[in-house]
């Protein structure tokens, strides 16, 4: 019998914390808890780290950040500066994707 390959490449496949849609991972941005206990986004999304996912969405990351989601994702309660730096860079995402000039 012939076995034919399949041609269709693996994605992986993520949630967002904040609305629980699934998508694929490169559409998704990375949190993660670093060694000091800091949350950090990770760009690479190779950095060591427990992480959690949030949608290129202002309201994702408005109530991600605000509710217990990021606490219990990344099992750490985040200092309100570093929520506002997080908060900020959301921000500045989202309106990228909105004026279509997303840069991956």
Same mark, same amino acid.
């Given at each position: 019998?012939?076995?034919?390959?399949s041609?269709s490449?693996?994605?992986?496949?993520?949630?967002?914390? !904040?609305?629980?849609?699934e998508?694929a991972k490169?559409?998704l941005i990375?949190?993660v808890r670093?060694e000091?206990?800091?949350?950090r #986004?990770?760009?690479?999304?190779?950095?060591? +780290?427990? +992480? !959690? &996912?949030l949608?290129r969405?202002m !309201?994702?990351w408005?109530s991600?950040?605000?509710?217990?989601y *990021?606490?219990? !994702?990344?099992? *750490?309660? *985040?200092?309100?500066?570093?929520?506002?730096e997080?908060l900020k &860079?959301?921000?500045?995402v989202?309106? #990228?994707?909105?004026?279509?000039?997303?840069?991956?």
């Open positions: 019998m012939n076995q034919r390959k041609t490449k693996f994605v992986p496949m993520r949630t967002c914390i !904040a609305c629980r849609t998508k490169q559409e990375r949190l670093t000091d206990n800091d949350v #986004v990770d760009h690479s999304g190779r950095l060591e +780290g427990r +992480g !959690a &996912y949608c969405d !309201a994702c408005e991600g950040l605000k509710g217990s *990021i606490t219990h !994702a990344l099992k *750490i309660a *985040i200092t309100p500066e570093n929520r506002e997080l &860079y959301g921000r500045e989202c309106e #990228v994707k909105e004026n279509g000039r997303e840069d991956k």
